[in-house]
């Protein structure tokens, strides 16, 4: 069946520093959606990519899907410690939904 | 709009219980979906629904079970618990898994089992 994978599993950077997921689906993808999950909560939706090639800017947060819609990456700039979660991409397979394992971000103040 | 919304939020099982976990949501969505979560990983699917009547296996449906009499309702019902369904419980659901539709999740239900 479809795997997500998502590297890395974890990341501890610096307030002000850089952050970037990456996520890799074993099939090609109609769609790939990411989510945010902070300590304690539940997921919440933030961005779908359709289109080969994509690319969507949130303020700071920057998504890609790629050319062969397999991949995609968020990248978050100058990260903040409300950046502080796990973020998990999914893309559908038949009538589910299959998500990487996430990456958890943390930030040092 | 309460969006999806599970019951209970807590629950400690001794070994062998069994208990269900109540998810309602009033969003109209067809689909809906349980999954697990377990300390630090990700998400897995326990099961599914496309519609009322309609249920379906996820990737680790062993130990579970789960009705769908009507669109709002999807409980998940845990039998002979064992303490490897110690875990974090998200209901979700949707309109359709197809482009355009996203997946909205409960708060959780966190269960120990002991």
């Known amino acids: 069946g479809q795997q997500v994978m998502q590297i890395p599993q974890y990341q501890h950077v610096q307030e002000g520093e850089d952050f970037t997921t990456y996520c890799n689906s074993s099939t090609t993808l109609s769609n790939i959606q990411w989510y945010k999950q902070r300590p304690g909560g539940h997921p919440v939706f933030l961005i779908q990519?359709?289109?080969?090639?994509e690319v969507k800017k949130q303020k700071r947060l920057t998504f890609q899907f790629g050319e062969a819609k397999k991949n995609s990456s968020l990248h978050i700039t100058a990260t903040q410690t409300t950046d502080v979660g796990t973020y998990f991409c999914a893309g559908p397979a038949g009538n589910m939904l299959t998500f990487g394992g996430g990456t958890r971000l943390m930030v040092k103040p | 709009n309460a969006g999806v919304t599970q019951t209970p939020k807590f629950r400690i099982l001794k070994i062998g219980q069994s208990m269900t976990l109540q998810c309602t949501q009033d969003m109209n969505h067809n689909y809906m979906y349980w999954y697990r979560q377990d300390p630090g990983m990700g998400l897995k699917l326990i099961y599914y629904?496309?519609?009322?009547?309609?249920?379906d296996k996820g990737e680790v449906p062993n130990g579970y079970n789960v009705s769908r009499s009507t669109t709002e309702d999807f409980p998940l019902r845990l039998e002979l618990a064992a303490p490897s369904q110690t875990s974090v419980y998200f209901c979700?659901?949707?309109?359709?898994?197809?482009?355009?539709?996203?997946?909205?999740f409960g708060e959780g239900s966190w269960l120990t089992v002991v």
């Open positions: 990519l359709v289109k080969s090639g």
């Open positions: 629904s496309v519609g009322a009547g309609i249920t």
């Open positions: 979700a659901s949707s309109y359709s898994i197809r482009t355009g539709n996203t997946i909205y």
